[in-house]
């Protein structure tokens, strides 16, 4: 022991068998002061513990010196895991005995500094590997005629990344590089990302931050928008499209005329995204006054009904009314909590709209850069509609009705022979420009001309 640490002058009398005697009995719980008078120790000293020296450890010593490890006796009563670590007698390891000193269980020695890092870029190697072999092999490119419009809408939005042609792989969604949202929510956006993906147009690329997989169930993917993505799509049906010849082509073709084959997906784009930048608001707007707002679902049903005929500009002023008194409702105490007040928004919000269609008024509500402009919206908008705002400013529901249906899907612009065998049409406006879907009970039509949704529920007779 006297090798490594000189002994104070008050116990040099004392050999390496009374040291530990004394500490042992200390321990036990005699008083320091016998223990000191017993073993002649000057009564000057103020602290037993501070004239004794380190323990040195027999079984433990440095991985990196050979030497052995020291620790500073504890005082009675030191539960393990507030018990000093044992420390290397030349250099600065630590280590700790099982049980003992759990808030410091990792040395921040250099050496074992130096091992994690070696630790980590192993670990780094092996995950890139078998991201490698997981992502690696490229899948056939999905043909360009495949691609239905809100893929291709998507697709234009994230090569817009800020990369332009110095690069072939598509930067992710978190990317600094990214001006604006492709979707205001975080689910929408990994939804979007996660259906091209799984359709062969979008493929990982082996570059990607390996923190977006999850290492522990093969590289899956755990989020979406952080990967780095590959297009995968061909235009002439063998070789993958370079980035910049893929953004030419949908740009020229999106900013172009409006196809008829594009009407389904236009329609049910327009709405949503009117329905997803009104509930953000409203999601917004009950934050705002510490409300958690639960009554999505009721909330989506009243939006979507008053999109037919009002505005998201109109939404908004909606919203700030029916959030308005769903604060006074609760301040008032006449509600039965927070959340009771909360669910009112959606009726106090249709109350308000059902008023505003007796008395023919209207009144809008300028933007928030809360909810901002998603890149799809601009895209839709400014590209292919080539009517900046209306997403804002106009009901999507009147909107599609007098403006894009008799612009774009006009009844003229369809083959004649495939009017002649519809024999299906709207029950409001006996229009035939309609989609219909049905399962073994249920016959549902969607209007183009007017967004009438109808219902038909087939019955068996069954014999007396």
Sequence with gaps: MTQYFDRAEEIRH?????????????????????????????????????????????????????????????????????????????????????????????????????????????????????????????????????????????????????????????????????????????????????????????????????????????CNIREYSAVRWLPSVTLDGVTRCARENLYQVLYQELSGSVKAAWKSEIYSLVFSLAREASIQYIRVLAAEVDFAFTAEARAEEVVGQLLQDFSVSQLYYFARLAVRNATHFYATGNSKGRSHASNTIPRNMLSTAQDALARNWRKNAHRDARVPQTALQRLLYDVVLKDSGAGFSKSPGMYWRDELVPQFFSAVAFDSDLLSHLRLFCRECDSSNIDASMDKQILQTMCYDCATVSKFRAFEELPD
Aim: aromatic share 6%; proline share 5%.
């Design 14 to 218: 004392l050999s390496d068998e009374q040291i530990e005697e004394i500490y042992k009995r200390y321990l036990e719980g005699e008083k320091t002061a016998a223990l000191m008078a017993e073993f002649q120790i000057p009564a000057t000293v103020r602290s037993l513990l501070k004239v004794l020296p380190p323990v040195i450890s027999a079984d433990l010593s440095c991985p990196y010196c050979k030497l052995p490890m020291w620790v500073r006796r504890h005082a009675r009563g030191t539960p393990l895991s507030l018990r000093s670590t044992f420390k290397c007698v030349r250099c600065e390891h630590q280590q700790s005995l099982p049980g003992t000193n759990t808030r410091h269980t990792t040395c921040s020695c250099t050496e074992c500094f130096k091992v994690r890092q070696q630790q980590l870029a192993a670990r780094a190697t092996r995950d890139r590997l078998e991201l490698e072999a997981r992502y690696g092999a490229r899948c056939p490119a999905v043909p360009y005629a495949n691609l239905g419009f809100v893929q291709k809408l998507t697709l234009l939005a994230l090569l817009d990344d800020g990369y332009g042609a110095t690069v072939e792989w598509i930067a992710p969604l978190n990317a600094p590089s990214r001006e604006e949202l492709l979707a205001l929510t975080f689910e929408a956006r990994e939804e979007l990302l996660k259906s091209l993906h799984e359709a062969g147009v979008l493929a990982v690329s082996t570059d990607s931050d390996i923190n977006a997989f999850d290492r522990s169930e093969g």
